[in-house]
């Protein structure tokens, strides 16, 4: 026969075999979706929990970007003066808008907020001064713009605090790289015992047919043909696994995806939860591919050596 | 075809099972090995298959010495040799087409050849009309007949027998025997193991006796 013949029969035969091997877990389908939801089980907890630490991240960096920040002036300041000054920043590139809040404004909005009404009836004068909000421009959102333009307003004499708390954002950001990192270690543990559960499955599946091995290898089949289909079946458990496991995540996000809507409404904020990419998916796939043929390549290593035909 | 060379088998456990064995089956012949139960005539094919290596001596299968073969190459020489057995060891989940097909499919053959070759060797054992049956409802000798046609259907140049007709009545096992030498007038080499003296000297072959791992003697026919 050709080469190029001799290749094609090879393929012909591989895509035979994976055929096979589909219709043997097709014909238990019980057994293979027992198989294929531990080991989706197994897989899509790293992935749920990395997609959700994503989202946080997700969240934080928008935190720590287009926030608005507050500056306090000193009590001593008029509106007059405080107009003037709002009138100057508003030239500065550096600020997209600007909001002030007025000793008045603030005490009727703490009062309301607080539930401290009648406290604050006793006092004789407002202790609040005023105010600017300030929103940073697109451009210069980035925490070290943003502390520049602190630095610059403070250089003002009517202003005595000025200041965004970049400090529980950098916290946050710390935790939930700890947790993305231990997320790495909770995969591989899990992704261990998806190895251990195909393996496990192949070695059953070995044992069941030990006669048909037996019989294959007296009549001249070589170990790389007898080999084929177990390859193939965990192949096939570790995409079964993989699409259980995608399933699952995507299950559960969606039952996540409203709250969080209605959380992120309340906070006047467009953010939506991130399910699975297509990339993403893709390294769910081959994750899950590669660990189920790993295991059943293991499997087969150990044990079908020990069987010889007699 | 086949050469033995002084050639010993010692089990593990240390029973002697064959002690200096040497005979030549030329190609084409057709032979029984007799010998009680416990002879060695089956530690003797199974050296043949390499099923078991020979710890002494040599044995030559079509020119090749078997003492010296890689493991690898083990398969590739089981292709050469259609194996018959006393239990004859089908896969009972699959049916009689199916158990043919296994040794063309193992070495590769494509679909529309792997028919028409099956058909052709369930053709020859008399079982056409049953290629779709399962082998558990066939008789003892239908079985026997289905393992024949399996272990001739890739045409290897010689043909094994362990005991094949060892569970099965006179009359089926006089078909059998007539089976082998129908192959052998086509030029296959055939060795059968047999203790079944009532039947073998009624055919006119080469009888290789064995007792107790010794080549006792061998009873020559001149080919009819």
């Given at each position: 026969?050709?080469?190029?013949?001799?290749?094609?029969?090879?393929?012909?035969?591989?895509?035979?075999v994976a055929l096979n091997s589909l219709g043997r877990l097709y014909r238990s389908p019980l057994a293979s979706?027992?198989?294929?939801?531990?080991?989706?089980?197994?897989?899509?907890?790293?992935?749920?929990?990395?997609?959700?630490?994503?989202?946080?991240?997700?969240?934080?960096?928008?935190?720590?970007?287009?926030?608005?920040?507050?500056?306090?002036?000193?009590?001593?300041?008029?509106?007059?003066?405080?107009?003037?000054?709002?009138?100057?920043?508003?030239?500065?590139?550096?600020?997209?808008?600007?909001?002030?809040?007025?000793?008045?404004?603030?005490?009727?909005?703490?009062?309301?907020?607080?539930?401290?009404?009648?406290?604050?009836?006793?006092?004789?004068?407002?202790?609040?001064?005023?105010?600017?909000?300030?929103?940073?421009?697109?451009?210069?959102?980035?925490?070290?713009?943003?502390?520049?333009?602190?630095?610059?307003?403070?250089?003002?004499?009517?202003?005595?605090?000025?200041?965004?708390?970049?400090?529980?954002?950098?916290?946050?950001?710390?935790?939930?790289?700890?947790?993305?990192?231990?997320?790495?270690?909770?995969?591989?543990?899990?992704?261990?015992?998806?190895?251990?559960?195909?393996?496990?499955?192949?070695?059953?599946?070995?044992?069941?047919?030990?006669?048909?091995?037996?019989?294959?290898?007296?009549?001249?089949?070589?170990?790389?043909?007898?080999?084929?289909?177990?390859l193939y079946n965990g192949f096939w458990y570790g995409v079964m696994g993989a699409v259980v496991a995608g399933?699952?995540?995507?299950?559960?996000?969606?039952?996540?995806?409203?709250?969080?809507?209605?959380?992120?409404?309340?906070?006047?904020?467009?953010?939506?939860?991130?399910?699975?990419?297509?990339?993403?998916?893709?390294?769910?796939?081959?994750?899950?591919?590669?660990?189920?043929?790993?295991?059943?390549?293991?499997?087969?290593?150990?044990?079908?050596?020990?069987?010889?035909?007699? | 075809?086949?050469?033995?060379?002084?050639?010993?088998?010692?089990?593990?456990?240390?029973?002697?099972?064959?002690?200096?064995?040497?005979?030549?089956?030329?190609?084409?012949?057709?032979?029984?090995?007799?010998?009680?139960?416990?002879?060695?005539?089956?530690?003797?094919?199974?050296?043949?298959?390499?099923?078991?290596?020979?710890?002494?001596?040599?044995?030559?299968?079509?020119?090749?010495?078997?003492?010296?073969?890689?493991?690898?190459?083990?398969?590739?020489?089981?292709?050469?040799?259609?194996?018959?057995?006393?239990?004859?060891?089908?896969?009972?989940?699959?049916?009689?087409?199916?158990?043919?097909?296994?040794?063309?499919?193992?070495?590769?053959?494509?679909?529309?050849?792997?028919?028409?070759?099956?058909?052709?060797?369930?053709?020859?054992?008399?079982?056409?009309?049953?290629?779709?049956?399962?082998?558990?409802?066939?008789?003892?000798?239908?079985?026997?007949?289905?393992?024949?046609?399996?272990?001739?259907?890739?045409?290897?140049?010689?043909?094994?027998?362990?005991?094949?007709?060892?569970?099965?009545?006179?009359?089926?096992?006089?078909?059998?025997?007539?089976?082998?030498?129908?192959?052998?007038?086509?030029?296959?080499?055939?060795?059968?193991?047999?203790?079944d003296l009532d039947l073998i000297s009624t055919m006119p072959y080469t009888q290789i006796i064995l007792h107790?791992?010794?080549?006792?003697?061998?009873?020559?026919?001149?080919?009819?």
């Amino acid at each position: 026969m050709k080469p190029a013949q001799l290749l094609r029969n090879y393929f012909v035969r591989h895509v035979q075999v994976a055929l096979n091997s589909l219709g043997r877990l097709y014909r238990s389908p019980l057994a293979s979706l027992m198989t294929a939801a531990v080991i989706g089980i197994a897989l899509a907890l790293p992935s749920g929990l990395y997609l959700l630490t994503g989202n946080l991240q997700r969240l934080s960096t928008q935190w720590d970007g287009s926030a608005s920040f507050s500056v306090f002036l000193h009590k001593t300041v008029s509106l007059q003066q405080t107009q003037a000054l709002q009138n100057r920043l508003q030239q500065w590139p550096e600020i997209d808008s600007l909001q002030l809040i007025t000793p008045d404004q603030a005490l009727s909005e703490f009062r309301e907020l607080s539930g401290f009404g009648e406290a604050l009836d006793t006092l004789d004068e407002n202790p609040l001064p005023f105010v600017i909000t300030i929103k940073p421009a697109r451009t210069q959102a980035d925490a070290e713009s943003v502390a520049l333009l602190l630095e610059k307003l403070r250089t003002f004499p009517e202003v005595e605090l000025a200041q965004l708390d970049l400090q529980w954002v950098k916290r946050f950001n710390a935790i939930v790289d700890i947790v993305r990192r231990s997320i790495w270690v909770m995969a591989a543990l899990l992704g261990l015992a998806v190895l251990l559960i195909t393996g496990n499955t192949i070695r059953l599946e070995i044992q069941n047919r030990r006669d048909e091995i037996a019989i294959t290898k007296l009549i001249g089949a070589t170990n790389g043909f007898i080999r084929r289909p177990f390859l193939y079946n965990g192949f096939w458990y570790g995409v079964m696994g993989a699409v259980v496991a995608g399933l699952l995540v995507e299950l559960a996000f969606l039952q996540l995806h409203s709250p969080v809507r209605q959380l992120a409404g309340l906070y006047q904020s467009g953010f939506s939860l991130q399910t699975l990419s297509l990339t993403e998916s893709l390294a769910l796939l081959v994750a899950g591919t590669s660990l189920g043929l790993l295991g059943a390549w293991l499997a087969v290593g150990r044990h079908l050596a020990a069987i010889e035909p007699v | 075809m086949i050469r033995f060379d002084n050639v010993c088998k010692r089990y593990p456990e240390g029973k002697e099972a064959l002690q200096g064995i040497s005979f030549h089956l030329h190609s084409g012949a057709m032979a029984f090995l007799t010998g009680h139960s416990g002879a060695g005539k089956s530690t003797l094919l199974k050296l043949v298959a390499l099923l078991e290596r020979s710890t002494r001596g040599q044995l030559f299968l079509d020119g090749e010495n078997l003492s010296r073969t890689p493991k690898r190459r083990i398969p590739y020489i089981r292709r050469k040799i259609g194996m018959i057995f006393q239990n004859y060891r089908l896969l009972f989940d699959r049916t009689v087409f199916d158990n043919v097909a296994l040794p063309l499919v193992i070495a590769g053959y494509r679909h529309q050849g792997i028919s028409r070759r099956v058909r052709a060797a369930l053709d020859k054992v008399g079982l056409l009309d049953r290629e779709r049956a399962f082998p558990i409802m066939l008789s003892g000798g239908e079985q026997q007949r289905v393992g024949i046609a399996r272990a001739v259907v890739n045409k290897p140049p010689l043909l094994l027998a362990d005991e094949p007709t060892g569970n099965l009545d006179p009359e089926l096992s006089y078909d059998i025997m007539q089976l082998f030498e129908h192959f052998n007038q086509v030029g296959v080499t055939v060795l059968i193991a047999s203790h079944d003296l009532d039947l073998i000297s009624t055919m006119p072959y080469t009888q290789i006796i064995l007792h107790q791992g010794r080549l006792v003697g061998s009873r020559a026919h001149n080919s009819p």
